[in-house]
């Protein structure tokens, strides 16, 4: 008999789940896809119905439902953590209260009834479920784990060790000490929100100096030669009022917190930089510890920190370790996945099965939902929208290709939806690296982004080397690499910073031949592509190769700013007509913009999404 | 995610008042901590052990979480918090949401979720 696990995580933010059958992953999916609210933390009906479906099965033929979280510690904490400050924090507690006296004290109850069935619901720890997603898909027989993120239970940082099938936790850093809520707190006081700002700021951070960082090494963060580290909590607000930082913090940076939407000064931007200089020093540090006691060669990485992609870059190359993995879905959605593997393995007893051609077991992180040619034919037909359907994949990509070559922006429906933040190519907006005007037309007329976010590129595995100095795979886009220095071009970033705080003339220069996709550090996020894991992406991004002789493409996010990454064709034909992209490909249907009808009654669709 | 109801922020205010302010304060002559809140020169390291368990799955069963978090206090030898065990669970179903909040988690304060 198999063994299927469903892993549950909810009610914080980003709530998903995953299915695990016999040790390989099924599904995995996050709620706000289906929701369309974005960091839904509500429980996560839509993905759990979704992943019962791709396994074809029904609740009670679970062996178990594994909640990613131990709700008793985290109740255990928050009470302490008011109990510290008491008499100070009843506003805190007042705001809180409902929330952890809430549905956190009968999960299991609210699973059953959400199932309609009697399963079995266990619960493990926050970080053990990061380490399991971190380890369990990894290439890597034997690895060190190294979670970090704001806060789990108590723990806001371990190191831990896989081996086989096991998985264990060695140290921990625990609250209130946490590099997640420094970060956080730099972001909040930066005007951005927490949660999702972490991003923006790190996109932020080329732009600045880093004449903060030893502001904030000496009053904020100790960080011990073994990477461990401690926050002096006078200067945070988190744990006695309800705003991340305090009076000390502005006196320490000079004023208030930025206003959120307002003009970004030369203080955000070397904030950020600063912020961003110390967050690596100490990845660095905890990583070259983990090596040291747990004597692995390679490394698996989790928790939200891990989503920095800068920190990672300068890990690898600082070659601590010999390999990285890091979970794509690094986040708390990642917690469903790594509570399923974890029960699957460590409760159950399945043995780990690791790929056959010494590759990860994630797939691409293509876990979500397909949708057939047929059911989007029945879609555009049914809505009367014009189409062109080109069955052909080879005639498909060259002809989108030549549409990418001409300058035009595609929205790009193809395969499983991806898991984790990341698009990887099968909702992807996608545009011409080549040319110096996409990143501001793709941040303001599409994304409606700030204009300084830079646009990341997806890359021919097989061409990786000729346009990055990076020598390994990056199928997650979770690794920032150098644009290779003979495709450089002379920029000089100071003198255009200090001459004028407005962004747009800085990231309107060329700094490089692949300038849409090179940040003004002259680095890059990329993602690269394997035919074996998208052979429909790589096959275009080959096609546009073979017109522009660039193996490269501009891939971002099918969304604007605020809404949720797309999951169906009607999200996407939804989110294309509210945008000046050009061409619209759901599979193997093409839809020209200007073929297109206007959209009825949609004029005040900008207000359906909160600005992120 | 606050109560929008003025008759449960009382109750609220008085629990806090007469139940958690009071513990505090009696952990607090106890010499208490749950945690340093400062960085400590002398210290070698910050790490601590992860405190293992034999099986790292819990069952919380809601009829249990009471009894739980009792004992789970009490083997911390902390006879504060173990007797606020059964007063929280009972104030639970009434400041708890009847519903699922579609809200957002408070940025600012979201280590209390």
């Known amino acids: ?612 | 995610m606050s109560s929008t109801d003025p008759s449960l922020d009382g109750e609220l205010h008085a629990f806090f008042a007469q139940r958690l302010a009071p513990a505090a304060e009696a952990l607090r002559q106890r010499g208490v901590r749950f945690f340093e809140t400062a960085p400590d020169a002398a210290a070698p390291s910050y790490y601590v052990d992860h405190a293992a368990t034999p099986d790292p799955f819990a069952e919380l069963e809601p009829g249990r979480f009471a009894e739980l978090l009792k004992a789970h206090w009490a083997g911390q030898q902390l006879p504060e918090l173990a007797e606020l065990a059964e007063p929280l669970m009972a104030l639970a179903p009434r400041v708890g949401p009847k519903q699922e909040d579609a809200g957002d988690v408070s940025p600012f304060i979201y280590v209390m979720f």
């Open chain 1, 1 to 612: 008999m198999a063994v299927t696990v469903l892993g549950i995580s909810a009610f914080y933010h980003d709530s998903a789940a995953a299915i695990v059958r016999d040790g390989q992953i099924v599904a995995a999916a996050q709620e706000e896809r289906f929701s369309r609210k974005k960091h839904d933390p509500r429980f996560p009906r839509h993905a759990v119905n979704y992943c019962l479906e791709e396994a074809f099965i029904e609740p009670d033929e679970l062996d178990a439902v594994v909640f990613y979280d131990h709700s008793l510690l985290t109740f255990d904490r928050v009470i302490k953590s008011l109990l510290s400050v008491a008499p100070r924090g009843e506003e805190q507690w007042l705001k809180a209260a409902p929330s952890v006296l809430g549905v956190k004290t009968y999960i299991a109850d609210y699973i059953r009834d959400a199932l309609k069935r009697d399963v079995k619901v266990l619960f493990t720890e926050h970080h053990l479920s990061h380490a399991a997603s971190a380890f369990y898909p990894s290439p890597f027989a034997m690895a060190a784990i190294l979670t970090m993120d704001g806060v789990g239970e108590w723990a806001t940082t371990t190191i831990g060790i896989g081996d086989g099938q096991a998985v264990r936790l060695l140290k921990e850093i625990r609250y209130p000490h946490s590099l997640g809520l420094l970060y956080s707190a730099l972001t909040y006081y930066c005007g951005f929100k927490v949660n999702s700002g972490e991003y923006k700021l790190m996109g932020l951070a080329p732009y600045g100096a880093p004449r903060y960082a030893d502001t904030i090494r000496r009053q904020l963060i100790d960080i011990k030669p073994d990477g461990s580290f401690r926050l002096n909590t006078d200067y945070f607000g988190y744990l006695d009022t309800n705003v991340m930082t305090n009076e000390r913090f502005c006196e320490l940076f000079g004023g208030p917190p930025r206003k959120p939407e307002s003009r970004i000064t030369r203080r955000e931007m070397d904030l950020a930089a600063s912020i961003q200089k110390v967050t690596e020093e100490a990845v660095l540090a905890l990583a070259r510890h983990a090596r040291q006691i747990t004597g692995c060669r390679d490394l698996a990485l989790a928790g939200g920190v891990a989503l920095n992609c800068v920190a990672n870059g300068v890990l690898l190359r600082e070659r601590v370790f010999d390999r990285l993995w890091i979970q794509p879905a690094a986040g708390d959605a990642g917690g469903s996945l790594g509570a399923a593997l974890l029960a699957s393995h460590m409760k159950f007893g399945v043995p780990r099965k690791m790929h056959p051609a010494g590759r990860d077991t994630q797939q691409g992180s293509y876990l979500g939902p397909a949708y057939s040619s047929g059911e989007i034919r029945a879609f555009l037909d049914r809505s009367g929208y014009p189409y062109e359907v080109v069955a052909d994949a080879a005639a498909r990509s060259e002809s989108i290709a030549r549409t990418l070559a001409s300058g035009k922006v595609v929205g790009y429906l193809s395969g499983r939806m991806e898991f984790g933040p990341r698009s990887l190519g099968s909702r992807s907006i996608l545009g011409n690296p080549l040319r110096a005007d996409t990143q501001t037309v793709m941040n303001l007329k599409i994304k409606f982004r700030e204009s300084f976010r830079p646009f990341a590129p997806t890359v021919l595995a097989e061409r990786c080397g000729e346009y990055f100095e990076l020598d390994v795979e990056s199928p997650y886009m979770l690794l920032v690499a150098p644009v290779r220095k003979e495709r450089c071009l002379p920029f000089d970033l100071a003198a255009l910073v200090n001459s004028n705080d407005d962004m747009l003339p800085i990231v309107s220069q060329p700094r490089s031949d692949i300038p849409a996709v090179t940040h003004v550090d002259y680095s890059a996020r990329v993602q690269t592509v394997h035919r074996d894991d998208h052979a429909g992406f790589h096959d275009l991004i080959a096609a546009f190769e073979r017109l522009t002789g660039c193996g490269v493409v501009v891939n971002t996010s099918f969304n604007v700013r605020g809404e949720p990454i797309v999951c169906t064709p009607q999200d996407a034909y939804r989110c294309f007509m509210r945008t000046e992209m050009d061409l619209l490909v759901l599979e193997g249907c093409l839809l020209w913009k200007e073929q297109q009808p206007k959209l009825a009654d949609d004029q005040k669709w900008k207000e359906e999404y909160e600005l992120d």
